[in-house]
């Protein structure tokens, strides 16, 4: 038995060595998934967020009688039958929130250059709400605020909107007051990137200190330029971007295209993957994911019902699957520490800026649910609490899910209760791919270390 990924250190001092029960009947914890590769066995355990490898005779053992494999019990992978998982989960995932060290100040932030866009999706959550943008005197606050809280920590801003580069002067802004503060920041941007043109990326390279940016893209062409219905009326949105995608990647920013997918553009967005591939396979920093818009408002309007759904599951899968081939798709399954926040939301050190100045813990609660202004130091403390509070009970469904110790409940995100029968199965089969380049990555190191070592005995030898 091997040790491929070492477990957290935090949660082996919590939990000690499982001891053997006499007379007991075990079985596999639901958190623990299974990968055959051509060595034998992978096991990885989401919880301990140990990963081990069973040799093809210790496999042999572990499918006649696993607890046979005493080894696997005392690292928590064979539990007694009756055993609660789920609430062992929550008892350590708790300790582990009362004993996590805080930041120092408030490091993370979104900043909402505008509540306008230059689009008009169907789909957008923001429909309906006043657009305004920024003024010149609010991102001056805006940056003395964050220059207030950074307290010597490294920066992270996220700009967002509406359309963030609509208003793109107050980014400009706020980065120079950093700059001149000498505060270390980083940036990120959500984009529809019809704005980043060359001169525009420029400034994003040298002043926004961008690293990366997500731009949307709802399908081929004719379906996106549709989708999308941007103001002006002269010009081919869809090629606009594509050249500004190549514009980005010149300047070594990181490009992630959310593809946008539903039952109308399902077939189409594996075109779309394809043309992506094909016209910057020469580029490492662009990738691409797929999102269910049927997650956020479809479903809720009762418009799929279960076939529908597993059809988009499997399509879904399956430019995933082309994605990893093209290098352009990386999971994201395996976190190496626990999870203590869902988002910003629950975290005491990010919060929202929105273009008026107020404060909020999420950029979908913009009029309401506010925790302050950048005008002064006072938060809602209640509010504060209100974003924080999670269920106290899991779903029926969780308790046969291997992804629980990776979720994180918030009672007020409306997103909680949404869970399908194919999300666990789409999280233990992208857990099983990313075990997989896990395992390649341990034995490129262990091939170095070899090397290494025999390298230095033939140096070490001198003849007589």
Not at 55 to 82: A, G, H, M, Y
Not at 189 to 198: F, H, P, Q, T, V
Not at 244 to 258: F, Q
Request: one cysteine or more; a negative charge; charged letters at 25%.
């Amino acid at each position: 038995m091997k040790t491929i990924l070492e477990p957290t250190k935090s949660l082996v001092k919590l939990l000690g060595n499982q001891k053997l029960q006499a007379g007991e009947s075990y079985r596999l914890m639901t958190f623990v998934v299974q990968s055959p590769v051509a060595d034998g066995l992978l096991l990885f355990h989401n919880m301990t967020k140990e990963m081990l490898l069973l040799s093809k005779e210790e496999q042999k053992v572990f499918e006649q009688c696993p607890t046979d494999l005493s080894e696997l019990i005392n690292r928590w992978f064979l539990v007694p039958i009756d055993h609660d998982d789920c609430k062992l989960s929550n008892q350590l995932n708790h300790v582990a929130c009362m004993i996590e060290q805080p930041k120092n100040g408030i490091v993370g932030y979104t900043v909402m250059t505008t509540s306008d866009c230059n689009a008009r999706c169907f789909y957008c959550y923001e429909l309906g709400q006043k657009r305004r943008p920024m003024t010149d005197e609010t991102a001056n606050k805006a940056a003395d605020y964050i220059i207030r809280h950074a307290k010597g920590e490294a920066v992270s801003i996220e700009w967002f909107g509406g359309e963030p580069l609509y208003n793109k002067s107050v980014i400009n802004l706020i980065c120079n007051k950093l700059r001149e503060a000498n505060i270390n920041y980083s940036s990120s941007m959500i984009s529809n990137g019809y704005l980043m043109d060359a001169d525009t990326v420029k400034e994003a390279h040298d002043l926004w200190k961008l690293k990366h940016i997500q731009i949307t893209i709802d399908g081929t062409e004719q379906t996106y330029n549709r989708v999308k219905a941007y103001i002006y009326k002269d010009v081919n949105a869809y090629q606009r971007v594509m050249d500004n995608i190549g514009h980005l990647l010149k300047a070594d920013i990181s490009v992630s295209i959310r593809m946008n997918m539903d039952t109308h553009n399902a077939n189409e967005l594996e075109t779309l993957a394809k043309e992506l591939h094909e016209r910057f396979s020469d580029s490492k920093n662009l990738s691409a994911y797929l999102h269910l818009l049927f997650e956020d408002k479809l479903h809720r309007a009762g418009v799929f019902d279960d076939n529908k759904r597993r059809a988009l599951f499997d399509k879904m899968r399956q430019i995933q699957e082309l994605l990893q081939g093209w290098g352009m798709f990386q999971y994201h399954s395996y976190q190496p520490n626990v999870r203590t926040t869902n988002c910003m939301a629950d975290s005491d050190s990010c919060v929202v800026i929105q273009p008026d100045g107020y404060l909020t813990k999420c950029e979908h609660y913009t009029d309401s649910h506010r925790v302050g202004h950048i005008d002064d130091e006072v938060f809602d403390t209640q509010m504060i609490d209100y974003f924080k509070e999670r269920t106290s009970e899991p779903l029926e469904d969780c308790k046969r899910c291997a992804k629980y110790p990776s979720c994180v409940f918030l009672k007020g995100c409306p997103h909680y209760k949404e869970c399908y029968p194919e999300m666990p199965e789409m999280f233990q089969h992208e857990m099983q791919q990313e075990m997989h380049q896990l395992y390649d990555d341990f034995l490129k190191r262990e091939e170095e270390i070899n090397t290494q070592e025999a390298a230095s005995k033939k140096g070490g030898k001198h003849e007589v």
